[in-house]
């Protein structure tokens, strides 16, 4: 009899960890415990579940390389992550980082803010953490069968998923500064016969930038006193991208020798493209994905009145909200939060000048 109370027990709860339909391996004895939320992402925005991810004690730890491998998944990313499992059922996924440069953490958490005042994208409840002395950022782990770095699943999820979604997505990705964007930091679920987007590593939002709608941004690399640019007060200088071919250490040293520090050479990657750049206010801004063919821009002809409403909403207070866990962070300047305003009028301007009037027949 015992049992099958427990059974019931079970059974009731089952549903509410699952998050995903097709999501078979959630149906685990995880959705019994008894501080276990539904970790559906239509409940992403509840605050319940950041104080599991704050408050849950850590049970088992593995590098995140490892966890994709066991599960056959690829693994194409470079940080020094972990798969994380806590002691309320919860999945999680920690971003270990420097003590001294916290950046990337912060800007993860104000993605997840940024995306609950916004009403999108979706992106996993993220909170600043501290496990066994490292610190960084944990999210909440979303499983997925669904291979995005597999030839054309991107492409296709892109194709399935409500326009709005997609076009939402970009949207975010622009006026937040989500430059480091594609099928590598995207998860894609089926929820019921859904198909969803999941926005994951957000980090690249930390990057002071400069775009215009409809182009790639040229991001903030490296600052140097020794550039001597002496242009302070002056609009960025879009029309004076350089481009270097088939750039090296080499070649980078002999174009801009010790006006930029060792160890922006040191950890150079050129990812097999031409290198872009403007110099600007003693900076070195580069134009990640120029030359990149594939590369899917985050722009779209279409805004819904949901979307302008969310984004004519954003002001400065807003923002200081949704970075408040970032407010001791170096790259938050009052410059930094215009960039973002500015943005986003960009995107609004764009949309009256495109106004497209219904026939009136
Ligand atoms: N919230 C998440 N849910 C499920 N898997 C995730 C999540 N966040 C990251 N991952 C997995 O971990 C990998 C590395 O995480 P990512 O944030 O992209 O790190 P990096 O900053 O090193 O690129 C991702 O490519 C993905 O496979
Ligand atoms: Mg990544």
């Known amino acids: 009899m015992s049992c099958r109370i427990l059974l019931i027990i079970c059974v009731l709860c089952f549903p509410m960890n699952t998050g995903f339909a ?7 004895i995880a959705s019994c415990f008894p501080q276990m939320v539904d970790t559906h992402l239509k409940n ?18 593995r590098p995140m390389r490892e966890h994709l491998q066991s599960t056959g998944k690829k693994a194409e990313f470079d940080g020094d992550v972990f798969f994380v499992e806590l002691d309320n059922g919860l999945k999680a996924v920690f971003k270990n980082l420097p003590k001294d440069d916290l ?5 993860e958490v104000a993605a997840y803010q940024a995306s609950i005042s916004l009403g999108f994208p979706n992106v996993p409840p993220t909170v600043m953490t501290d496990i066994k002395g490292m610190k960084g ?5 979303v499983e997925t069968r669904i291979e995005a770095l597999n030839p054309g699943i991107y492409e ?11 076009a939402n997505l970009h949207l975010f990705y622009f006026v937040f500064g989500q430059w480091d964007s594609g099928p590598h930091n995207i998860l894609i679920v089926k929820d019921k016969e859904k198909t969803q987007l999941i926005a994951i590593d957000n980090s690249g939002v930390r990057n002071h930038q400069r775009v215009k709608y409809g182009e790639l941004p040229f991001v903030r690399v ?20 350089k481009t270097i071919e088939n ?44 030359g990149d063919g594939e590369f899917l821009m985050s722009f779209t002809h279409h805004l819904s009145d949901r979307t302008r409403k969310a984004l004519e909403g954003l002001n400065l207070s807003m923002l200081k909200k949704i970075f408040t866990s970032a407010k001791n962070a170096d790259f938050l300047t009052p410059a930094y939060l215009e960039a973002i305003l500015e943005r986003r009028d960009q995107v609004l301007r764009h949309f009256k000048e495109h106004r497209t009037y219904p026939s009136l027949l």
């Open 22 to 28: 097709d999501e078979q391996s959630n149906k685990n």
């Open 44 to 61: 992403w925005k509840n605050s319940q579940i950041s104080t599991l991810l704050k408050k849950g004690k850590v049970i088992s730890m």
């Open 103 to 107: 950046g990337d953490a912060h800007a």
């Open 137 to 141: 950022s944990l999210q909440l782990f």
């Open 156 to 166: 296709h999820a892109l194709n399935e998923v409500d326009e709005e979604d997609v």
């Open 222 to 241: 490296c600052y140097s006193d020794k550039l001597k640019t002496n242009d302070w007060g002056k609009p960025f200088p879009f029309e004076q991208a």
């Open 247 to 290: 750039p090296t250490t080499e070649t980078l040293q002999k174009t801009f020798g010790d006006t930029l520090p060792a160890s922006f050479y040191q950890s150079f990657k050129g990812y097999g493209l031409p290198f872009r750049y403007v110099i600007h206010q003693n900076s070195l801004w580069r134009q990640y994905h120029a």
